[in-house]
């Protein structure tokens, strides 16, 4: 018999004026047919889907909604364990329903505040700016309706490209099989040839008495009922003091606890620069210390016992306690001892090469990758590359260097590229020219704001073409301003490139096209006016 080669959905076959099989389409391979085509579509019928998705998060969705594109028959399963506090969401994954979005939002109402006291120094007849304050459940209402919308329109989508949702918490059974255990604990058996994992991860928390009793995490800040008030956040990670960022910036006392270094894995000057602003804005910072235990107080408050540095303990009382210490990805979840998958043992996570496991047709996009960047658009450009090679004949690898990437703090972040030590360790500090420079944003004149941490670096080869390695800036909406960026420095950018850039003027972003004095200079990066 031939050897049989996949052709993907729905392409019609004619013979010159008659249509002789609906049969798969796409793939530009040579068409085969008689015993062929017949034992085609046997194998075509030895399992129930070209490709089960678990998890129904950007990664996962972006895989399945591609790959149906493509041809292939696919189906999502998806499952919200409920958080300790009793906290569930619907389809979309972290970045829709605890992430990104409801983030950005809060973040956004904390702008706003502030913007709010600008305005006067503007001219705007604003009645005692003094008096406003935040309504936590008007806003928590309106973040949550955004969510839920995102929640039905993603349902709506994965209907109409007729992809599969299953609500059910998926693991596996063998290489080509998966139960997924449904809300009344019910087993539902699908097969399937490619099986890709994207289920993500969830917040960890210590191991410490009161901890899960009446601590709280991401997964729950956004949808809390109730005003946080006073709040302690464990962790100095960008999930911590983003939320720690916008909680101060609503007017509620906030306190950071760092067990060591803030934003691990980020430039360390820059991250440094972040809680030095953060400091100076209100937010209470606990250096080197970690929380021992959390008791409920007959008020309903907590009190939290921490311990320093040499080994002291001290208390305080506050109204919410929210761990951001890290995530755990969902990979024991699945049993992946039933396929022989393996994982990472001190994270978890998966190894892959090319988003492929060591099972042949078992794949992996997103948060659950070992030393990969854990953000969405990676997770969703990886996962819509992967589906391409799977079902469209694409050989597009994933690139994860050079990923851009925001710390939505008050005075936000900005990087993409080496960090200043990452630099150095791998070319050594003699190869390495750090360009770097304060300045002023116009907007921040006339209500006379701080300018003395809004600051660019840009790290750089010293000799030969003068490549830009990273670029860092801090400042406001670091976000936009640093995506553009991201594009040029795939492109190979050269500090020389960036020096003949025309910057738009006045703007925040053209400060990079500006820069000029270097770290090993010694000159003073503080500008004299606007526009020196």
Not at 378 to 397: E, F, M, P, W
């Amino acid at each position: 018999m031939a050897t049989l080669t996949r052709i993907p959905r729905f392409t019609t076959f004619r013979s010159k004026n008659a249509n002789l099989f609906d049969l798969p389409r796409s793939r530009s391979k040579p068409l085969l047919f008689g015993k062929a085509i017949v034992a085609y579509l046997c194998t075509e019928n030895k399992y129930t889907y070209d490709l089960v998705v678990l998890g129904g998060g950007s990664g996962g969705l972006a895989a399945a909604k591609e790959a149906v594109e493509l041809g292939a028959k696919v189906a999502v399963l998806d499952y919200v364990t409920p958080t300790p506090l009793g906290t569930k969401w619907g389809l979309g994954g972290t970045c829709v329903n605890v992430g990104c979005i409801p983030k950005k939002l809060m973040h956004q109402a904390a702008l706003l505040g502030e913007a709010v006291h600008e305005a006067v120094a503007f001219g705007w007849q604003i009645p005692d700016p003094s008096s406003i304050s935040i309504d936590w459940c008007a806003l928590k209402t309106a973040v949550q309706n955004h969510v839920k919308s995102v929640n039905w329109v993603t349902r709506v989508e994965l209907r109409n490209k007729k992809v599969d949702y299953i609500n059910a918490l998926g693991y596996f059974k063998d290489q080509h099989t998966i139960a997924g255990v449904m809300k009344n604990g019910e087993e539902k058996l699908i097969t399937a040839q490619n099986i890709l994992i994207a289920v993500g991860g969830r917040p960890n928390y210590p191991d410490i008495p009161g901890a899960i009793e009446y601590g709280i995490t991401s997964d729950d800040i956004f949808s809390l009922e109730q005003s946080p008030g006073k709040t302690l956040v464990v962790g100095a990670g960008y999930i911590g003091l983003e939320c720690a960022g916008f909680l101060n910036g609503m007017g509620f006392d906030t306190t950071i606890m760092v067990r060591s270094i803030i934003l691990r894995g980020f430039d360390q000057q820059m991250a440094n620069i972040v809680a030095e602003e953060m400091a100076e804005r209100g937010v209470h910072f606990v250096y080197e210390a970690k929380p021992k235990a959390i008791e409920k107080q007959a008020d309903g408050r907590l009190l939290v016992h921490w311990v320093d540095k040499d080994g002291e303990v001290h208390q305080d009382v506050y109204d919410t306690v929210l761990f951001a210490i890290g995530r755990r990805a969902l990979t024991k979840e699945l049993k992946p001892e039933n396929v022989g998958l393996k994982l990472v043992k001190e994270s978890g996570k998966i190894d892959a090469v090319n988003e492929q496991t060591n099972v042949p047709n078992i794949f992996a996009v997103g948060d659950v990758l070992h030393k990969k960047p854990e953000l969405t658009p990676v997770a969703i450009h990886a996962g819509k590359l992967l589906a391409r090679r799977l079902y469209g004949n694409s050989t597009a690898k994933m690139d994860y260097t050079n990923v851009a990437t925001t710390v939505f703090s008050p005075l936000e972040y900005g990087c993409v590229g080496l960090s200043e030590e990452q630099a150095i360790a791998m070319h050594g500090e003699e190869k390495i020219e750090v360009y770097h420079a304060y300045y002023k944003p116009t907007e921040f004149f006339v209500p006379q704001k701080n300018v003395k941490h809004c600051y660019v670096k840009v790290v750089a080869l010293r000799h030969d073409d003068q490549r830009i390695l990273g670029m860092h800036f801090i400042g406001p909406s670091a976000g936009e301003v640093i995506q553009g960026f991201a594009a040029a420095l795939k492109c190979n950018l050269t500090f020389p490139m960036l020096k003949s850039t025309v910057g738009i003027h006045p703007t925040t972003a053209e400060e990079f096209t500006r820069v000029f004095i270097t770290k090993r200079s010694g000159m003073d990066p503080t500008p004299q006016s606007c526009c020196s």
